[in-house]
């Protein structure tokens, strides 16, 4: 936290001088960026947040805006900008970060902007789930996790150790399949770890998820499990986590626990 404000200076600068900041802004969307252009209104435009890096500017915030006003008004229309000097690329995403709280963000941007901001726990999770081999992002491959709040919710509840199980078993039952780190069954095989810390053995955890089948035809019975209970489908994977578990387990099986106190959970 800083206890003075950023200085800035305000600027018109020709939009062809302007390009959108490699690391820290949302992924650029079509959609959006076609609607601000079909309706677009230079008294409503505000102002771009622009960095200076190497004589180059940089917009941090606004690259929608920046690509409507082009197709609008041409890459040699001069638009309002707010330059911040020299500032380091992590007080820049804490800058977005804030500038966001009223903004409509996706998860996934929020989550790798506080990661270039040194937030935590968004920043040691990273770490972990690249010390996994595994990385954060919203590409369909095998690998990549887009579920970061499942991720930030599991390391919340156990720390470290908890999320680092909770993706092994993920990663050693459904090796090579994209919906292996879905956000609702790695909450599901984390609450399962963290209640029965001691008590369940990873390996044969893993085994037993594999040989029941695909992750999505997992959390397709769990779905229907919970339209038929009535209760959250995170709630009916966790059973299916247990049952699939316990299955030839007699003396050494975990106890279901009670739907009150996984509700309250």
Same mark, same amino acid.
């Given at each position: 936290?800083?206890?003075?404000?950023?200085?800035?200076?305000?600027?018109?600068?020709?939009?062809?001088?302007?390009?959108? #900041?490699?690391?820290?802004?949302?992924?650029?969307?079509?959609?959006?960026?076609?609607?601000?252009?079909? /309706?677009?209104?230079?008294?409503?435009?505000?102002?771009?947040?622009?960095?200076?890096?190497?004589?180059?500017?940089?917009?941090?915030?606004?690259?929608?805006?920046?690509?409507?006003?082009?197709?609008?008004?041409?890459?040699?229309?001069?638009?309002?900008?707010?330059?911040?000097?020299?500032?380091?690329?992590?007080?820049?995403?804490?800058?977005?970060?804030?500038?966001?709280?009223?903004?409509?963000?996706?998860?996934?941007?929020?989550?790798?902007?506080?990661?270039?901001?040194?937030?935590?726990?968004?920043?040691?999770?990273? %770490?972990?789930?690249?010390?996994?081999?595994?990385?954060?992002?919203?590409?369909?491959?095998?690998?990549?996790? /887009?579920?970061?709040?499942?991720?930030?919710?599991?390391?919340?509840?156990?720390? %470290?150790?908890?999320?680092?199980?909770?993706?092994?078993?993920?990663?050693?039952?459904?090796?090579?399949?994209?919906?292996?780190?879905?956000?609702?069954?790695?909450?599901?095989?984390?609450?399962?770890?963290?209640?029965?810390?001691?008590?369940?053995?990873?390996?044969?955890?893993?085994?037993?998820?594999?040989? #029941?089948?695909?992750?999505?035809?997992?959390?397709?019975?769990?779905?229907?499990?919970?339209?038929?209970?009535?209760?959250?489908?995170?709630?009916? +994977?966790? %059973?299916?986590?247990?049952?699939?578990?316990?299955?030839?387990?007699?003396?050494?099986?975990?106890?279901?626990?009670?739907? +009150?106190?996984?509700?309250?959970?």
């Amino acid at each position: 936290m800083t206890a003075q404000f950023t200085k800035t200076r305000h600027a018109f600068l020709p939009a062809r001088d302007l390009r959108p #900041h490699p690391l820290v802004q949302r992924e650029f969307d079509g959609v959006r960026a076609r609607s601000i252009r079909d /309706r677009f209104d230079p008294d409503k435009f505000g102002t771009l947040a622009v960095s200076t890096e190497a004589g180059a500017y940089f917009v941090w915030d606004g690259q929608h805006r920046l690509w409507a006003a082009i197709e609008v008004l041409g890459p040699d229309q001069k638009l309002p900008c707010e330059i911040y000097e020299n500032i380091p690329v992590a007080r820049l995403a804490d800058l977005f970060l804030g500038r966001s709280d009223t903004k409509s963000v996706r998860t996934i941007d929020k989550f790798k902007i506080a990661v270039l901001a040194r937030r935590m726990p968004e920043t040691r999770v990273a %770490e972990i789930v690249e010390e996994l081999g595994m990385s954060v992002g919203n590409s369909y491959k095998v690998g990549v996790i /887009r579920a970061p709040k499942a991720l930030v919710s599991i390391f919340a509840l156990g720390g %470290e150790p908890l999320l680092r199980r909770t993706l092994r078993v993920a990663r050693d039952a459904w090796s090579g399949d994209i919906d292996a780190f879905d956000g609702t069954i790695l909450r599901a095989v984390g609450r399962v770890l963290h209640q029965f810390t001691s008590e369940i053995n990873d390996s044969d955890l893993a085994n037993k998820l594999a040989k #029941h089948g695909t992750p999505g035809r997992m959390l397709g019975a769990a779905r229907d499990h919970a339209k038929a209970m009535s209760i959250h489908v995170e709630r009916a +994977a966790i %059973e299916r986590v247990i049952n699939i578990y316990n299955k030839g387990r007699r003396s050494r099986a975990v106890a279901e626990p009670s739907r +009150a106190s996984s509700a309250a959970a």
